[in-house]
Nanobody, 115 residues
Framework: QVQLVESGGGLVQPGGSLRLSCAVSGNSFPIYVMGWYRQAPGKQREMVAV???????SYGDSVKGRFTISRDNAKKTVYLQMSSLKPEDTAVYYC?????????WGQGTQVTVSS
């Protein structure tokens, strides 16, 4: 089973930036479709960004123009660069490998945007 380990979360002021990383096990990382999701307290988990093996990307409407997803196939890592952060970006951020009906998920990393 593929293991995903997120890192890079923390406390940041509004308007600040943060970069999340997700290290992925497995020998076929370059073909994996990977994504970042988030879940705020009392809310459903929502898609933040997705990147295909070929590098095509898509974003949730609330983060377009502020967040960038990327991947380093040599390091088997996917990143989420977050800029112009807002308090409403506060959530637990999860990394996902798309597979089957449920996919594989990391344990999550907390991002808190507050002054």
């Amino acid at each position: 089973q593929v293991q995903l380990v997120e890192s890079g979360g923390g406390l940041v002021q509004p308007g600040g930036s943060l970069r999340l990383s997700c290290a992925v096990s497995g020998n076929s990382f370059p073909i994996y479709v990977m994504g970042w999701y988030r879940q705020a307290p009392g809310k459903q988990r929502e898609m933040v960004a997705v990147i295909t093996g070929g590098g095509s990307t898509s974003y949730g409407d609330s983060v377009k123009g502020r967040f960038t997803i990327s991947r380093d196939n040599a390091k088997k890592t996917v990143y989420l660069q977050m800029s112009s952060l807002k308090p409403e970006d506060t959530a637990v951020y999860y990394c996902k490998k798309f597979s089957g009906s449920l996919g594989d998920w990391g344990q999550g990393t907390q991002v808190t945007v507050s002054s």
